[in-house]
């Protein structure tokens, strides 16, 4: 017999609990392990403590490995649906473009164990992640800079002390091919070096003409326990990236009526002997380092020292509105050449202490990063005509009129000391103090600026009921905008960001239902503003509000039944600005967002193991762009319509073996689901078919 869903979720959390857990021999039961294991991982990026949900004062989310497998996640943003107030952003279609709470996270929010990943111009591999945590809200009181909606925090698969091994087998729609590995075994007899390999191969096309994907991914891990009281991982990345990317397509007959008809989904900007053609390498190699001094004292390091080299050519975009709305011009962008290295770590020293009745749990770090990169790039505006509902592709050779080769170098330095006093105040209530002091600089030569900051925080908890906790927070964040430049040729000061919000926490000890509902408001101000004096400079005048109320969680009504839902409303404006109108909605942001996942396997007799899910995806209308409210051709308001999207899945799983089925955009709807402009609109993927296989040994 097929074991049952909380058997299996409870193997699955057995498996992810990290090896020092595992040595203390803790007895608990199947609810206490799927339980326990899921506060802690959903607090530590949060207070970079090991804490319970309900004595974290802030919003956070968790996507486990066993939600992805479900759902059949490739894509981050995908796997972001599960969270409230995720939404997608990503005009191009296919790079990690999202939406936090109404601000556009998709820069400097990812992160990759603890310390920030560059996920520019690129997409995240999900297979060698053990789940995604979500921090809601600023996080510069211990990341220091960032955006003010929060962060999202990648945690890889680490070795476990069991010997093991999956294969994975994937085919779908598409043209997709996949095989990926999950290798595990112990290296000597003890069982004190532990080592770990996720590999994965893939190969597809993407729903545009002309355009596909290949890429190579090894990540290896290494565990030594050196002593009971000390352990370092190290943690690799190899990756090989060959893309055909795909580029948006004009709004006139997408998002927008066009006397010439409607443009298919798979129509091509990009051309078919010359395609458009993106390389991205990148290599990193890293450890995360623990002792424990005593059960009072910790110390912890996390080091990641990463290359890459990124380059493309052949890309051609939309180039304005064309009169007659059929034949549009197109600009040459490309060759462009980028290679660099990055350098991050995190130290930090925990403790415990009383001062009479009052329980400290204090942390003090310091943190390092830089970021040196250079960069050649060629533009030429052509035009390169187009009748994108007749098109006739052809060119070969392409290669731009004008070039230029000037190298361009890039910087990025910050330093940054926390400390932060996690205080149980009696049995209910709990206070959380911190503030960080940075020193971020960026740029190089005569164009190099430095900004010093300080981010304080304020948490509060209080304890209802046992299972049940209110939390308050004021939060602060910065983000460096000295690629801005005022008239007198300085360097904008940071932006800076303000967070007030309160809300509940549900979280019984049986496990059978977690919830949170939070209420917000997120304030960015002294934001670059366009100098209405003085064109192509800026000024901090911009200010931008965003309000909601946010409602998620999960429930197992029963070991054979699970649901997951996630509900936001979302009220994000422009305040004030130079030239957007004050009260004005930011583009790409809906006003309603939700997501609901359902699943239900056979519990027990002939079809054991059966597993049957649906899913389905809402967001509203929301404004295209804050810079034409209007479409430049009818002057009506430009608005992407609301939209629904359905998914389904069929799983069976027995002994060694577990086969699923997925179906994303079950019905096909045709939808957009990002922000948009009149000549780059970007439509969701059509319904896609992914059958996977995993033998596990």
């Not at 400390?419 to 190089?444: E, F, M, N, P």
Request: some cysteine; glycine content about 8%; aromatic content about 10%.
């Amino acid at each position: 017999m097929a074991p049952s869903p909380r058997a299996r979720a409870a193997e699955a959390e057995a498996e992810a609990t990290p090896a020092a857990d595992a040595a203390a021999g803790k007895a608990v039961t199947l609810d206490d392990v799927v339980v326990q294991g899921q506060r802690r991982r959903e607090t530590s990026a949060a207070l970079k403590l090991d804490a319970p949900t309900l004595e974290t004062p802030q919003a956070v989310s968790t996507v486990t490995r066993e939600t992805l497998d479900a759902q059949g996640a490739r894509r981050l943003p995908e796997a972001l649906r599960n969270v409230a107030g995720v939404t997608s952003n990503d005009v191009y279609g296919f790079f990690d473009g999202f939406n936090l709470r109404g601000f556009n996270a998709s820069a400097d929010a990812t992160y990759l164990d603890g310390l920030l990943w560059s996920n520019a111009m690129a997409t995240t591999e999900l297979s060698g992640l053990d789940r995604l945590e979500v921090v809601k809200g600023p996080a510069s009181g211990l990341y220091g800079q960032g955006p003010l909606s929060g962060l999202v925090n990648l945690v890889s698969k680490r070795p476990q002390e069991q010997r093991f091994a999956t294969v994975d087998l994937a085919a779908g729609s598409y043209s997709l091919r996949e095989v990926g590995i999950d290798a595990n075994s112990p290296l000597d007899r003890d069982g004190r070096v532990l080592a770990r390999l996720n590999a994965i191969y893939r190969d597809q096309d993407f729903f545009v003409d002309f355009s596909g994907a290949q890429r190579k991914y090894l990540a290896p891990s290494l565990t030594w326990n050196i002593g009971e009281a000390t352990s370092i991982t190290l943690l690799g990345t190899w990756q090989r990236d060959r893309i055909n990317p795909w580029s948006p397509i004009p709004a006139y007959g997408s998002a927008l009526a066009n006397p010439n008809g409607r443009l298919p989904r798979h129509r091509a900007i990009n051309e078919r002997d010359a395609p458009a053609v993106q390389s991205r390498d990148y290599d990193a190699l890293g450890y995360s380092f623990e002792h424990r001094f005593s059960e009072r004292l910790v110390l912890r390091q996390s080091v990641r020292y990463s290359e890459f080299h990124d380059s493309w050519d052949h890309w051609l975009f939309v180039a304005g509105v064309s009169p007659d709305l059929r034949t549009f011009g197109r600009f040459y962008y490309g060759p462009y050449d980028e290679r660099g290295h990055d350098l991050r770590s995190d130290t930090s020293l925990s403790g415990t202490l009383r001062t009479g009745a009052i329980e400290h749990r204090w942390l003090l770090g310091y943190d390092y990063s830089e970021r040196r990169s250079y960069y050649t790039d060629t533009f030429d505006p052509g035009p390169y005509d187009l009748d994108v509902f007749a098109p006739v592709y052809g060119r070969t050779g392409l290669h731009p009129a004008f070039i230029n080769g000037a190298r361009t170098d890039q910087a990025m330095r910050q330093r940054g000391v926390y400390l932060q006093d996690h205080a149980k105040l009696g049995a209910r209530t709990t206070l959380t103090l911190g503030g960080r002091w940075d020193v971020a600089s960026s740029g190089v030569g005569p164009g190099r600026a430095e900004d010093r900051q300080f981010s304080p925080r304020v948490g509060l908890t209080y304890a209802l009921r046992p299972q049940l906790a209110l939390y308050l927070n004021h939060s602060r964040s910065f983000a460096p905008q000295a690629n801005y430049r005022s008239f007198d040729g300085s360097a904008l000061p940071p932006e800076r960001g303000v967070n007030n919000e309160i809300g509940l926490k549900l979280a019984p000890h049986d496990g059978r239902i977690n919830a949170m509902l939070s209420v917000f408001e997120l304030t960015r101000q002294d934001m670059a503003s366009e100098d209405p004096q003085h064109p192509n400079y800026y000024i901090t005048r911009g200010e931008q509000r965003s309000r909601g109320v946010e409602l998620e969680g999960q429930w197992r009504p029963r070991a054979d039944w699970e649901l997951s839902f996630a509900y936001a409303w979302t009220q994000a404006e422009i305040v004030r600005d130079q030239t957007l109108p004050s009260g004005a909605r930011l583009a790409g942001v809906p006003r309603h967002s939700a997501n609901l996942w359902a699943r239900y396997t056979v519990p027990a007799g002939p079809l054991s193991g059966l597993g049957i899910a649906l899913g389905a995806h809402a967001e509203s209308e929301r404004l295209a762009n804050n810079y034409e409210p209007l479409d430049p051709v009818y002057q009506r308001p430009f608005r992407l319509d609301g939209y629904t999207t359905f998914d389904a899945a069929l799983s069976y799983e027995a002994a060694r073996w577990d086969a699923r089925l997925n179906f994303k955009n079950l019905f096909d709807k045709r939808y957009i689901p990002g922000g948009a402009s009149s000549d780059r609109t970007a439509f969701g993927e059509p319904r896609t078919v992914l059958a996977s296989v995993r033998c596990k040994f």
